[in-house]
């Protein structure tokens, strides 16, 4: 019975992490998509009197959680893990571009389901307003990619949970913060190769050892 209440709550806190990363993703890009579809709908109010707030909060907050949905399920995925042992940047342009095209893949799967169309972008009729509106949506997703993976990326290397602890304290605090994890990191990596890596004594020690006695000679 302990055992199995042990593993309930495991499975509970292992449910309840990943919500959680969901969230914080979500969130992001809703602010982003929150940002872009004010000025978007603000620009139409002034020169058309258009009011599509509603429609466009109600679109980012629908986006915003299919973005966030995927970004999860593909950071899972081997393709995007192909350059972690790389330099951050990178690895943050790498991962950027990848789920761009991953992205846009996925907004035309579901504007097929919807639509019955390929195009998820708003038609003008014209080439060259479709083209800005498409190369416009491209930039929008890019740099939105582009800050998250550079943040998390960073966090990542200096450790989990160091980076929002340094933009939550002074200057000082901070520069403290990163150096100590840091040498915590380097502290680790060093502990890690020596485990790893037998000492030189100990292989000198093995090769120099006599061989055992065969069983016929102790015969």
């Given at each position: ?29 809703f ?44 950071e ?71 800050i ?11 450790g ?15 520069r403290?913060l ?13 502990s890690?190769?020596?485990t ?24």
């Amino acid at each position: 019975m302990a055992v199995t209440d042990h593993n309930r709550g495991s499975f509970m806190k292992h449910v309840l992490s990943h919500a959680v990363e969901i969230g914080k993703v979500v969130l992001y890009f809703f602010a982003c998509l929150l940002v872009l579809q004010t000025f978007r709908c603000a620009t139409l109010l002034v020169a058309n009197s258009e009011n599509q707030f509603l429609n466009s909060y109600t679109t980012a907050a629908l986006t915003a959680a299919v973005l966030g949905k995927s970004v999860f399920v593909l950071e899972k995925v081997r393709i995007s893990r192909l350059l972690d042992n790389k330099p951050v940047l990178t690895i943050v342009i790498y991962r950027t571009i990848l789920f761009t095209v991953f992205t846009n893949i996925i907004l035309c799967i579901e504007h097929l389901i919807r639509e019955h169309s390929l195009n998820p972008f708003h038609s003008f009729g014209d080439p060259l307003k479709d083209f800005i509106g498409f190369a416009a949506h491209q930039l929008a997703l890019f740099v939105a990619f582009g800050i998250f993976f550079a943040v998390r990326e960073v966090d990542i290397a200096l450790g989990t949970g160091t980076l929002v602890k340094v933009f939550l304290s002074d200057r000082e605090k901070g520069r403290s913060l990163v150096t100590a994890a840091c040498r915590e990191r380097a502290t680790a990596e060093a502990s890690t190769s020596a485990t790893s890596t037998p000492s030189p004594a100990i292989s000198a020690g093995q090769e120099n050892a006599p061989e055992p006695a065969s069983a016929s000679a102790s015969d």
